[in-house]
């Protein structure tokens, strides 16, 4: 098992240590799989219970991921589904915070491990320290601080400003008329004022993490008009402070904030490309059909650039058989036309080096670009490498693509795959298994081109 260590990738992802019943008995997540897993081999590591899991172990495997924060997800997951027995932590551990918002007599804006209680959510975020100091910060700037204090007068938190004060209101029942926004105001003397306060800082804060900045300007100014215009001189005066200090604090959320959707990542990375092997009928079946192909493909080759300020140019073929990496297809290509970057070129001549044998072709190469990078490659198969090959990339009679050699691209910013088909573009949904697949080829070619460039810098930095 040392020696497969070897062959492990410089990349972020999990790895498991399987034992003779090909069950996982432990795993892990890493920044660097090659590193991470070579240090359980280390002869300076001498800790019992990692010789026992070798003694045990009898295979290793690893799952690449795109980066530190999915390898975290998909450990979790699969801890919780595998229950590897070398692996405690994580087994009935929540690894994410949501920002919550209650439906209680009184709403609060709370930061919360999971969703036992009944509210509007957000997140899941998988960096709870972050997570923590944007809800602090929210709480302070706009007063959100419930206490569970009951003094008339208030709390000190209150008289320095970091209260919402609701510790000068006691509980009545018209309120929870009040704060579930349907309506009814009942009199409340001066607690009245203060809920509605309250309640209006919750809909600034719940519009800021929604991220609706531009529609949330547009309702305050509304509202401080409409405030002038009713002599509601106290509440027109908040309403410009809230306005006055907006763009700051929508400033420190963009740099700070993202509420990531990570349900649909933890989709995607556990439904790996490796695990299509169990229906690959399927998945090609599905991509004969999206991509209108006369046949199912079965073989599919990515190509991937990667340059550092136009130097150490290199390029990375690898191809996948029925969604399985098919590694000793796997090619890295040293740019030799070029001096300077030159993606489309540098395209051309890695496409026509790795086809100079027509047996070669496989089913489809995806392209990692846009719709430029696809029009460079798409004809070079039948002008430069098969000239008979005349069905490569183009209709047949009744309007379905040959299913060898087709070319396609994939564009990383809204994943838009351009093809003979989708001239246009057409968006990719990471919750189809044809937008899985295809987006993970692609991540896959790009982290293999990236490892080759920083071993080229490294080896020319070390001369």
Excluded at 83 to 103: A, D
Excluded at 117 to 139: D, N, S, V
Aim: glycine share 4%.
């Amino acid at each position: 098992m040392k020696n497969k260590v070897k062959t492990f990738p410089k990349l972020p992802g999990i790895y498991t240590f399987k034992d003779k019943d090909n069950n996982i008995i432990c795993l892990g997540k890493a920044k660097s799989l090659k590193h991470r897993v070579s240090s359980y081999f280390a002869k300076y590591n001498k800790d019992w219970k990692i010789q026992q899991l070798i003694d045990e172990s009898v295979d290793i495997d690893f799952i690449i991921t795109k980066n530190e924060e999915e390898a975290l997800l998909l450990e979790a997951q699969l801890i919780r589904e595998k229950k590897p027995k070398y692996n405690v932590l994580l087994k009935h551990g929540q690894p994410f915070v949501y920002f919550m918002f209650s439906h209680t007599e009184l709403q609060e804006f709370k930061i919360v491990r999971n969703k036992k209680e009944r509210g509007e959510y957000f997140g899941p975020f998988l960096k709870k320290q972050e997570a923590r100091k944007i809800w602090e910060f929210l709480t302070r700037k706009f007063k959100l601080k419930i206490c569970n204090q009951k003094i008339p007068t208030g709390c000190l938190n209150y008289h320095i400003g970091n209260c919402a004060g609701m510790c000068r209101i006691p509980v009545h029942p018209a309120v929870p008329a009040i704060a579930s926004g349907d309506g009814r105001e009942q009199d409340l003397g001066e607690s009245k004022g203060d809920i509605a306060e309250h309640l209006l800082r919750l809909k600034i804060v719940k519009e800021l993490l929604s991220q609706n900045y531009d529609q949330l300007k547009k309702d305050l100014e509304q509202e401080f008009k409409s405030a002038m215009q009713e002599l509601k001189f106290e509440r027109a005066k908040n309403l410009h402070e809230y306005l006055q200090n907006l763009d700051s604090v929508i400033t420190y959320l963009k740099i700070f904030y993202t509420e990531t959707k990570y349900a649909n990542e933890v989709s995607f990375i556990s439904s790996d490309i490796c695990n299509e092997v169990e229906t690959p009928n399927l998945i090609n079946k599905k991509l004969q059909e999206f991509l209108n192909l006369e046949n199912a493909p079965v073989t599919i080759d990515c190509f991937d650039i990667s340059h550092f300020q136009s130097r150490y140019i290199v390029g990375s073929c690898v191809r996948f058989k029925n969604g399985i990496p098919e590694k000793n297809k796997f090619r890295r290509f040293k740019i030799k036309t070029l001096d300077t970057q030159n993606d489309y070129a540098a395209l051309q001549e890695i496409v026509s080096r790795r086809y100079k044998d027509p047996n070669e072709i496989p089913d489809i190469i995806l392209i990692d670009g846009g719709k430029g990078q696809l029009n460079a490659v798409k004809n070079l198969l039948r002008s430069t490498v098969r000239p008979d090959l005349s069905a490569i990339a183009l209709a047949t009679g009744d309007g379905a693509l040959a299913s060898r050699g087709v070319f396609i691209s994939l564009a990383k910013r809204e994943e838009t795959l351009f093809s003979p088909n989708h001239p246009d573009g057409i968006r990719l949904d990471l919750q189809t298994e044809v937008g899985r697949l295809l987006i993970s080829i692609r991540d896959y070619a790009h982290h293999f081109a990236i490892n080759y460039h920083r071993e080229k810098r490294l080896k020319n930095s070390t001369k």
